[in-house]
């Protein structure tokens, strides 16, 4: 039992805190994510360079072999810097779906595409009352022919504006909650009846509603097999899931210290906020949080890496926790850096806004406490 | 990183369970499963047998009797004892004094004291609190004057945990009160049996007599017992304090006592079902559950990095507020789960004699160990003085 990780994923770590540091400076942020498109096609491209858009994929499909593990150590050093380029949706959902389903077909024409930068996928599994359900599905795809019609609507697609080709959950046998007859599809975006309607979130993301009005497929359009999508779409939600709790760990301990850092230059009272034992205290207790949820979220990667038997509640303790953890040290660090934490010009609030998204993504506090109990 | 269990140490999971098995004495195993209290004579039972298989001073350098485990092994060994519900190890002379003999003691002290600590021949206490000083413990008053090639001793310490058995306790005294208060503390071992000692109970909110008041009144001590320099005493005192509160969190027994409230849940009755029904109480139980995993892999995360480095230091005092918040919390929750059966008092009395129960068969000790528990967050320093210690140490305040 240890918790060392590897020289390679040492090397990989400080790779990316590197780039961060050199290419990717709060004020460069500010500006991508200012921009029609919200991140940056060149650093999309460096990330591919670096080997990161290959981790998670076999070798086979042209990938590093890379497990929970790397994927933990990528989202939580990207979070510290507050990168907005699409890993989660492009890679970790989209790709893996593509790799663990896809015809040969299917992944010649979409993975080295993929990995070398060149495509933008997203992953349409949300509806508006679906919440985090990954098996409440409305959206309806219709034998038609030789192919499927779909009809539907879905919510707050990530990377949805940029994205070439969308995967699509839809039903196609069962009602409405039925984890059985859930099938995949592979959209282009230009095809007939598919609109986008194109936003802004407020972390700085992209997201789309998609609108499916008899959208026509032809057959090879299907990722996988009909009618059993789900436990495929849940096992790459649950590695989502922890790599958008890696994310928030690295932003949990990057606003720690800026707190640190602002509470012991701003002065009042004649001396540094940081003297107060109230605020010292306050200080002490969120990075205990910090460092505990750390914990949970070592503990759940390599649960995961070994495929232990309860991975997959190990990963709601880790989401529970992140919910609960990302909401004090988030409204502890804006209360601790006063007028100045609501401000535009500070990092801080930038921090905060991702922070507070995420509490939500795959699923909020109270959601995973449920699911945690009911496994 | 790698946190499952390798073939060696599943084989000695089972070594040390069936270890356990075949010699924890029956007779105290049913006292701990039916929450009457163990004595003085149990616990040396118990530790002596752990003692004659090497099984006690675990943490020990092995030149000094000392495991030679690694962080999983001490791991696996610690989760089995508490699985076996055994009594807990009294920590006063393998966890405290031990370890600053080894550290601070000199050749001839070593040979003297260890040997006796480890095969638990002598019971040692705690002599650090006093009625003046709590949390500010350096402001302690306990003088001790050089006379010849004596120590004469005079002062009062307080709190001090299961003294009525104690053989021996090492001492905080102030040998010098010139300069700032941290200076001029020595530690000093003191016999219990030297003339001018006198031990008087202190009865706390739970019914128990487990802390006292130890009195020392021209308590001759000769100066070979003190152990590192004279007024080094404050260096000693914060060594030992981060192993006190490294093990202070008591994981492996949380551990167990949780999954016993959980099977509790599902044997009380409640309304025309049982406790499980109850929505609301089961989320309390699986967040504490959760917070748990976290603490126990902090410990592990803490215990890993302590065994490549060296002495614990200022994160023994992250897993000690992380493990009394918890230990708290699972107290408090055992209450809950009881409703009004939580209320009838037992004697210790009452829990030896053979008549039923009052309320379920374990609801006795559930109360006291609520109201016994508020010390968790007191002693070994309390949360906020913990608090005092990260902000400096590791925040850089």
């Known amino acids: ?375 | 990183m790698n946190l499952s269990f390798s073939e060696e140490d599943l084989k000695f999971q089972s070594e040390v369970r069936s270890f356990i098995k075949e010699n924890y004495p029956s007779e105290i195993k049913e006292k701990m499963d039916n929450g009457v209290p163990v004595s003085k004579d149990d616990i040396v039972t118990w530790q002596k047998i752990l003692s004659k298989k090497g099984w006690f001073a675990i943490n020990w350098p092995e030149e000094h009797g000392g495991s030679g485990w690694s962080v999983t092994q001490k791991f696996i060994f610690q989760n089995e004892l508490a699985e076996a519900n055994t009594p807990n190890i009294v920590p006063f002379g393998v966890s405290m004094c031990g370890p600053v003999i080894y550290t601070f003691g000199t050749e001839e002290q070593k040979k003297r004291f260890l040997p006796d600590i480890r095969d638990n021949n002598v019971w040692w206490c705690q002599g650090y609190s006093e009625p003046g000083s709590g949390s500010d413990l350096a402001s302690l008053k306990t003088k001790a004057e050089k006379k010849g090639d004596k120590y004469i001793v005079n002062g009062t310490k307080t709190w001090t945990t299961m003294a009525q058995h104690a053989d021996w306790i090492f001492c905080l005294v102030r040998t010098d009160s010139s300069g700032i208060k941290q200076q001029g503390i020595s530690f000093l071992l003191i016999d219990m049996k030297s003339p001018g000692v006198e031990v008087k109970p202190i009865i706390t909110i739970d019914g128990s007599h487990e802390v006292n008041m130890v009195y020392l009144d021209n308590v001759e001590v000769p100066s070979e017992n003190l152990i590192g320099e004279e007024g080094a005493g404050w260096s000693i005192a914060k060594f030992l304090l981060a192993h006190e509160r490294t093990g202070i969190g008591g994981i492996p027994h949380l551990k167990r006592e949780i999954r016993r409230l959980r099977q509790i849940t599902e044997e009380l009755p409640l309304n025309e079902g049982f406790l499980k029904d109850d929505q609301l109480f089961m989320d309390k139980l699986n967040k504490v559950e959760i917070d748990l995993l976290s603490a126990e892999f902090t410990e592990l995360r803490t215990l890993a990095s302590i065994s490549a480095g060296g002495h614990p230091g200022p994160e023994s005092s992250i897993l000690k507020i992380g493990g009394t918040d918890l230990q708290q919390s699972l107290s408090d929750l055992y209450v809950e789960a009881l409703g009004y059966y939580a209320h009838p008092f037992m004697s210790e009395e009452d829990l030896k004699s053979n008549e039923k129960r009052i309320g379920p068969d374990f609801a006795a000790n559930v109360m006291p160990h609520y109201l016994n528990y508020r010390k968790v967050s007191i002693y070994g320093g309390s949360n906020e003085v913990q608090r005092n210690v990260i902000a400096k140490a590791v925040l850089g305040l």
Request: aromatic share 8%; charged share 25%.
């Open chain 1, 1 to 375: 039992m240890d918790f060392l990780i590897s020289d390679e994923q040492k090397q990989l770590q400080d790779l990316i805190h590197q780039f961060i540091q050199k290419d990717y400076p709060f004020d460069v942020r500010e500006k991508l994510v200012k921009t029609e498109e919200g991140f940056s096609k060149d650093f999309w491209k460096t990330f591919s360079q670096f080997g990161l858009l290959a981790m998670p994929f076999s070798e086979e499909d042209g990938g590093f072999n890379g497990g929970p593990v790397d994927i933990m150590i990528i989202l939580e050093a990207f979070g510290t810097g507050l990168i907005v380029e699409p890993y989660i949706p492009n890679i970790v959902l989209s790709g893996n779906l593509v790799s663990k389903l896809g015809s040969k077909d299917q992944k010649d024409a979409i993975l080295p595409n993929l990995l070398n930068g060149d495509m933008q996928l997203a992953f349409a599994f949300s509806e508006p009352q679906s919440r985090f359900d990954l098996n409440d599905v409305t959206t309806s795809a219709e034998k038609d022919g030789d192919g499927y019609k779909l009809n539907g609507y879905k919510c707050v697609v990530m990377n949805g504006p940029a994205a070439d080709k969308l995967i699509v959950s839809a039903r196609t046998a069962g009602s409405q909650l039925d984890e059985n007859g859930i099938s995949l599809f592979i959209v282009d975006r230009e095809t007939k009846g598919v609109s986008l309607r194109d936003y802004s979130n407020v972390d700085g993301s992209k997201a789309s509603e998609l609108t499916l009005e008899d959208v026509v497929l032809t057959n090879d359009a299907l990722l996988g097999k009909q009618d059993k999508a789900f436990s495929t779409i849940e096992e790459v939600v649950n590695l989502a899931t922890l790599a958008i709790s890696a994310e928030a760990i690295g932003i949990m301990q990057k606003m720690n210290e800026l707190t640190l850092e602002y509470t012991k230059t701003r002065e009042q009272f004649g001396q540094a906020l940081s003297q107060f034992q109230a605020l010292q205290h306050r200080m002490v207790d969120t990075f205990m949080v910090h460092e505990q949820t750390k914990s949970l979220l070592l503990m759940a990667a390599a649960k995961m890496n070994d495929k232990s038997e309860d991975a997959v509640k190990s990963i709601s303790a880790l989401k529970y926790q992140v919910g609960n953890a990302a909401k004090l040290i988030g409204e502890e660090a804006i209360q601790l850096h006063g007028g100045m934490g609501v401000t535009e010009e500070m990092s801080i609030g930038h921090y905060f806004k991702r922070l507070t998204t995420i509490r939500t993504i795959f699923g909020n506090a109270d959601y995973h406490l449920k699911k945690y109990s009911s496994l």
